[in-house]
């Protein structure tokens, strides 16, 4: 239990344009998924609590309208990178907390982004 | 926000040999989570500790929610070449805001030698 997917695993696109990540917890719900960013040799940054019927929060320093978030249902949440800039280059990573509590979370396997 | 403090930054031990690493907080955590994230892929859930004191193993993995709530420790015993990667701890603390959202440490890069 407690699968979480991502969609797509890569995807290079040209500056400028718009990118759309999906997260999917599998076998549960999730009213609340998060979303990080890693660089390379780092550790997880988070970007964003999302929230299911609600607005997402953004951590100090995250621009919210370059990283839209939406969380629709129960199991999906997706992150838009907007206007993508070489700079937005990434692993981009979700989670969601599992059904075991005591604030587990379990990660997608992560979606790389080149801008180009 | 809360740091977590983990440590070391990097380990090249032989097959075989037992591995520890722990996380420290200045302030108090009421959950601790380990991690292992491999090139390319998302963090897998290894352990998780919900009580100061609590011990629990998962195979050649052994790790201790400290009796002060303020640091963990994860230990590999017996090494072989897949437990290769970054291993990362991770902790919720009480007044950390919402539930579920959780502090990283900056993870230990793992290499074993055949």
């Known amino acids: 239990g407690a699968v979480v997917s991502q969609h797509p695993s890569r995807v290079i696109c040209k500056s400028g344009t718009s990118v759309k990540i999906e997260c999917r917890s599998l076998d549960f719900q999730a009213t609340t998924m998060f979303w990080y960013r890693q660089f390379p040799k780092k550790s997880l940054m988070l970007m964003a609590t999302s929230n299911e019927g609600s607005k997402a929060t953004y951590e100090q320093g995250v621009e919210k309208d370059k990283f839209l978030i939406n969380h629709a249902s129960l199991t999906l949440s997706t992150l838009t990178v907007t206007s993508a800039h070489p700079e937005d280059s990434s692993f981009y990573i979700c989670?969601?907390?599992?059904?075991?509590?005591?604030?587990?979370?379990?990660f997608g396997p992560g979606t790389r982004l080149t801008v180009l | 926000g809360q740091q977590l403090n983990q440590s070391p930054q990097s380990m090249f031990i032989q097959e075989g040999e037992d591995v520890s690493m722990n996380c420290t907080s200045s302030?108090?955590?009421?959950?601790w989570l380990w991690y292992k994230q491999d090139p390319g892929e998302g963090p897998v859930l290894l352990i998780a500790?919900?009580?100061?004191?609590e011990l629990t193993s998962n195979g050649r993995l052994t790790a201790q929610f400290g009796i002060t709530r303020k640091d963990s420790f994860l230990n590999i015993s017996a090494s072989i070449p897949s437990d290769v990667g970054i291993y990362f701890c991770a902790g919720h603390y009480p007044s950390g805001g919402s539930n579920y959202k959780l502090t990283f440490g900056k993870g230990t890069l793992l290499t074993v030698n055949p």
């Open positions: 302030s108090i955590f009421n959950t």
């Open positions: 989670s969601a907390p599992g059904l075991a509590g005591g604030n587990t979370q379990y």
């Open positions: 500790l919900y009580k100061a004191g």
